[in-house]
Nanobody, 116 residues
Framework: VQLQASGGGLVQAGGSLRLSCVAF????????MAWYRQVPGKQRELVAS???????TYHGSVMGRFTVSRDNAKNTVYLEIDNLKPQDTAVYLC???????????WGKGTLVTVSS
């Protein structure tokens, strides 16, 4: 299984981005999908997750600015990021877990850089 994330880039504060992550290969039915972010020297942080049925959760710092969604038919998870802030600068990694919870998949991530 390979997860390919895309959509990152350099944007000015206040701008928007849409990240995508697609799963390729052979794998069981996907349950939870999630986005994490990582800054060098800091712990990986869960920013948003979405269950197969559509229930969403967000880290408190991104509420109202980040929107997670998914397309089960395409094995794809999205992250809409609005009103970007310099503190959002990080590598954003996608994670998918099998519906049975016995397999965990990670992508390499996409870099988001926000200039002030």
């Amino acid at each position: 299984v390979q997860l390919q994330a895309s959509g990152g880039g350099l944007v000015q504060a206040g701008g928007s981005l849409r990240l995508s992550c697609v799963a390729f290969g052979s794998f069981p039915t996907i349950g939870d999908m999630a986005w994490y972010r990582q800054v060098p020297g800091k712990q990986r942080e869960l920013v948003a997750s979405i269950q197969r049925g559509g229930t969403k959760t967000y880290h408190g710092s991104v509420m109202g600015r980040f929107t997670v969604s998914r397309d089960n038919a395409k094995n794809t998870v999205y992250l809409e990021i609005d009103n970007l802030k310099p503190q959002d600068t990080a590598v954003y990694l996608c994670n998918m877990r099998s519906l049975l919870g016995n397999s965990d998949y990670w992508g390499k991530g996409t870099l988001v850089t926000v200039s002030s």
